[in-house]
């Protein structure tokens, strides 16, 4: 695990908490998010409330998403703040316990589904 994308995680939910999150906070946590699916997916393995953790953050940061659609403005609800800091600890408790190499083969799988995804945009 980066101890830069962990102080990184901390400091966007704080950018929540107190109202002066930006796209970059947003992005941190979505791919601390998607990160961790990702390696979940790859291990196969059940990690106790791991799937829950993901599936509130998800639900949460969609709702973010949207919300900055429709105000321009980045902000959370106190049900998605708790989620978003379930997930940092999740993240945190969850790799704690894994290797390097998941580590690094789920970054570039992540890397691949953004190239994916930014290729997909511009066929659009």
Avoid: P
């Amino acid at each position: 695990m980066n101890n830069k994308h962990e102080g990184a995680m901390y400091s966007a939910v704080q950018a929540f908490r107190r109202g002066e999150a930006t796209a970059d906070h947003f992005l941190d946590l979505c791919d601390t998010r998607d990160i961790t699916a990702i390696a979940h997916n790859m291990q196969g393995r059940h990690v106790d409330g791991l799937r829950e953790a993901l599936e509130a953050a998800e639900i949460a940061l969609l709702n973010i998403r949207d919300r900055h659609r429709d105000t321009g403005r980045f902000g959370a609800s106190a049900d998605e703040l708790a989620a978003l800091a379930l997930l940092v600890d999740t993240y945190t408790n969850y790799w704690l316990a894994q290797s390097g190499h998941l580590y690094g083969l789920a970054r570039e799988e992540l890397r691949r589904a953004r190239l994916r995804d930014k290729g997909g945009e511009k066929a659009a």
